[in-house]
């Protein structure tokens, strides 16, 4: 039968995005987070350039607060994949005074990524940041493009986005401006998790089920770490859990679950009542929190 | 909460890799209950999740409403809330047992012309809304030429608001004619359907409505569900606009030399003779390569590597053909031009012209006429082409192009032009 099923249009969609920026861009870079949708995109990387390597670095943005297991997953499949790697830290943005430590009890590094990543940008010239940002995550999103322009302070104007037609993409910029570049634009979470079982694509251990000290603030659970502070009615417990999607450790919201496998996982998720991002506690801030961080430059 | 009676035997099966992906866009204003209906069918079909509902239901509380308003499900922007208006094209996607849609939902105002057009660029299927209380009105006309002009192959006409009109049947089959009376000129062959439906209620959405037992067409969803998308491509005329060449220089390829691109029609085979524009040299496929694993046969929309037989120059924005088959080959294009930009189009102007992967400048040559898309007049005494104005124009390209006709071909058939000056995306074309 000629036609394509729904993974493996949005596949092709994806390896076309992503042929398109190494064509019309001088010096692109995946931003690579750990978490499984840049999982997702260095695999779709990897084929659409196959059998040359992938001709861009990866740039990761460490906030110093990980989860330990993504730096190791990272490493191994930078070596896998023969890659380049760059990394961003967050903490050297801090000690440098270019970007100032959050206070109180609900402080995270989340926001700051953003004064790091716009610094590598600029430092390594970078064009083009390829992101693993999908458009059914947060209704800020919904109207982002594949090919999302942003002037030489980094921002996002979205009033005034290039239109997008047909498969006719325009990286046309001048000199100091960027694009953010979003080629899983129209994966579902469910997409990617259909996806990666497709392909057996391997994760890191925190998405899978695991006992983990946790607390719970304000209905989401959260992963304690030395560095955290705890409210006075919050205590640390041991729990059964796993990661839905994984960001800077005091942020990340932890789903209760036994799901030990990429199948379990995908009929937990048909079961949930709750999107992915509705357990980042980075999005509770205001109804317009992704909106704001993302026109400052946010992934 | 919500029940989910199906989702356990759908996501938990195998069934959920053998989707299709159907793309549609809805045309429509706010009053209309375009916003409703989009509510409605992700709220029916179990697509929302507890805690949109949760902020659906705060904000209608906030808005004074007494139930919660299904239109607030598509908000976006703050700018957008706050206005309680539609800014741009909106990506909304959901799934049920049979298909996974990715909707482009686009604000229906005349003034969001350009609007349209985008979310049209990409859709399979149109849903173009009717207030049954308005009947077919000049935003109708409009809806849907821009739906023929963009070759949306499959129209589904929703007449909305039956619930304020007692469910007459009457209405409905007047309004399908008014609505056929016009369409007949725009678009003849195409598969247009009608649906007596209220968003408000539910009614032929995704549930069927006792209350139209003289409807017996499906409803909404199901149409959706079961539309052919299997010939909407273009499977006869092979082409292949060359991309990226892949040159891995490493010990395992040496020699490997690929040609990187998406299939924008035609099957290609394995050993295929073909053609390579503009050098017109000729050539044979020796292979069609994906990472899974080198192909017998590639077509739409699929992207593949192919390397050739003989060591010929080409780079991207070249085309690759079969050779008994050639797109036209020219420097001159009529299109009709959707224009998409505050600064008017500059008659005699120069821009950048983007088709395919293939980058050339251009020169207007002549606007033959800007249309009426109300009215479907020809108003050939042109004072200028401005923002969300539709005008047939006549460009000449300091390179050739390759290209068939938009409507045998939506993908070798489009281009955008850029301003040079501001690298904005300023025109939509299709060729004529």
């Known amino acids: ?299 | 909460m919500i029940a989910h009676p199906h989702q356990e035997e759908v996501f938990s099966s195998k069934s959920y890799l053998e989707m299709e992906l159907l793309r549609f866009t809805t045309a429509g204003s706010v009053d209309d209950g375009k916003s409703t209906l989009i509510g409605r069918l992700l709220y029916d079909s179990k697509s929302l999740f507890q805690d949109q509902l949760d902020a659906v239901k705060k904000a209608s509380l906030k808005k004074g409403s007494e139930h919660i308003n299904l239109a607030l499900v598509t908000d976006g922007l703050r700018a957008e809330r706050e206005q309680g208006i539609t800014i741009d094209v909106a990506y909304r996607y959901f799934a049920t047992p049979h298909r996974k849609f990715i909707i482009a939902d686009t604000p229906g105002h005349i003034q969001y012309t350009r609007n349209m057009v985008t979310g049209a660029s990409t859709a399979n299927a149109a849903i173009i809304l009717i207030d049954a209380r308005n009947g077919v009105t000049e935003q109708t006309h409009r809806h849907a030429y821009i739906a023929s002009l963009l070759e949306i192959p499959h129209i589904i006409v929703c007449i909305n608001k039956m619930d304020l009109l007692d469910y007459k049947q009457e209405v409905f089959e007047m309004l399908k004619k008014d609505f056929q009376h016009f369409s007949d000129q725009v678009f003849p062959q195409k598969d247009v359907r009608f649906i007596p439906i209220s968003a408000l209620l539910g009614d032929n959405v995704v549930i069927p409505s006792e209350k139209t037992p003289w409807y017996k067409e499906g409803t909404l969803l199901h149409a959706l569900e079961t539309i052919p998308i299997l010939n909407d491509n273009n499977l006869t005329d092979g082409r292949f606009p060359v991309q990226y060449i892949i040159r891995p220089e490493s010990n395992e390829f040496h020699d490997y030399r690929g040609y990187a691109g998406r299939i924008s029609g035609g099957i290609f085979h394995n050993g295929d003779k073909v053609t390579v524009l503009p050098s017109h040299l000729t050539t044979e496929i020796t292979s069609v390569d994906t990472f899974n694993n080198p192909l017998e046969e590639a077509f739409p929309p699929m992207s593949v590597t192919l390397t050739l037989k003989d060591d010929i120059d080409i780079s991207r924005g070249e085309m690759i053909v079969p050779f008994n088959n050639l797109p036209i080959e020219s420097c001159d294009v009529t299109v009709m031009l959707c224009w998409l930009n505050q600064k008017p189009l500059r008659p005699d102007g120069r821009y950048l012209l983007r088709h395919t992967t293939r980058e050339v400048k251009c020169l207007v040559k002549t606007i033959q006429y800007v249309l009426n898309i109300n009215t479907l007049e020809k108003q050939t005494e042109i004072k200028s082409v401005t923002m969300n104005d539709i005008a047939c124009v006549e460009l000449r390209t300091t390179l050739p192009l390759f290209f068939d006709s938009y409507s045998s071909n939506r993908i070798t058939g489009s281009l955008i032009l850029i301003d040079e000056a501001t690298n904005e995306t300023v025109g939509a074309g299709m060729i004529r």
Request: proline share 3%.
């Open chain 1, 1 to 299: 039968m000629l036609q394509l099923l729904h993974l493996a249009e949005l596949e092709s969609e994806a390896i076309f995005i992503l042929r398109e920026v190494a064509a019309q861009f001088e010096q692109p870079v995946l931003l690579f987070s750990g978490g499984k949708d840049s999982i997702v995109l260095v695999h779709l990387a990897k084929k659409a350039f196959w059998p040359a390597r992938i001709p861009f670095p990866l740039l990761h943005i460490d906030t110093g607060h990980n989860f330990e297991e993504t730096i190791h997953f990272r490493d191994d499949l930078v070596g896998k994949f023969n890659a380049r790697l760059i990394v961003g830290s967050v903490q050297e943005s801090i000690d440098s005074g270019r970007a100032v430590e959050e206070q109180g009890i609900n402080a995270s590094r989340n926001v700051l990524q953003t004064v790091t990543l716009l610094d590598v940008i600029e430092k390594y010239k970078f064009d083009a940041a390829i992101g693993g940002g999908r458009r059914d995550e947060e209704k800020a999103r919904a109207k982002e493009r594949f090919f999302s322009h942003r002037d030489e302070f980094g921002q996002w104007d979205p009033k005034n986005q290039r239109p997008e037609l047909w498969n006719l993409f325009n990286g046309k910029k001048r000199l100091g401006e960027n694009f953010r570049i979003f080629p899983i634009s129209n994966w579902t979470e469910m997409d990617v998790w259909q996806y990666l079982f497709q392909e057996q694509i391997e994760l890191p251990s925190i998405y899978f089920t695991h006992d983990r000290e946790v607390f719970n603030r304000d209905g989401v659970w959260l992963a304690w770490a030395p560095f955290m502070k705890l409210k006075p009615t919050e205590k640390v417990e041991v729990r059964k859990v796993r990661c839905r999607t994984v960001g800077d450790i005091t942020c990340t919201g932890l789903t209760l679950s036994t799901a030990n496998s990429l199948e379990d996982i995908i009929s937990e998720i048909a079961a949930t009542r709750v999107t992915e991002r509705g357990g980042r506690y980075d999005d509770k801030r205001s109804d317009a929190a992704m909106e704001d961080r993302k026109k400052e430059g946010y992934f």
